[in-house]
């Protein structure tokens, strides 16, 4: 009888310790930044071309989400366009101070219309809550760039 108790103090002193590490985990900072354009899907996509130049980033790649979808078929799926760009020196200096930031490369900045009949340009930011310092000042630096292309592109 004293095993079975035993049994299942531990039980709950499990459960009580997995509830515990779940509700004091640190929210995850949220890196999503967004911003309604006031111009049409495709002026905005110009916009953006013209933003991510002056910012000294390259375009390298770019994602016609919605018009596949549409060419498939849908022909009223809203556009959705994912612009990729990059800047080499901020690219070398990212590897060198941590090689595993190679997953934020290239930047990616995404051009959505809604079924609002609005535009919303966003991108997923750089992690800034990290331990290494030259890690954090490098990711406000480039969050700071993103969020300036979008507001160039959107005012």
Known sequence: MLYR??????????IV?????IGCQSQSENRTYERESPYSFQDTILNLDIAISEYNYRIIHRSHIGQAVRDRGDEDFPLSTITSFCNITYAKEMMEINPLLIND????????ETGEGSVIVGTRLMQEAVPDPAQKAFAEKINANLKSIIGATVE
């Open 5 to 14: 108790y035993k049994n299942r103090f531990s039980s709950l002193a499990l």
């Open 17 to 21: 310790t997995i509830l515990l590490s």
């Open 105 to 112: 490369m290239p930047c990616n900045i995404a051009v959505r």
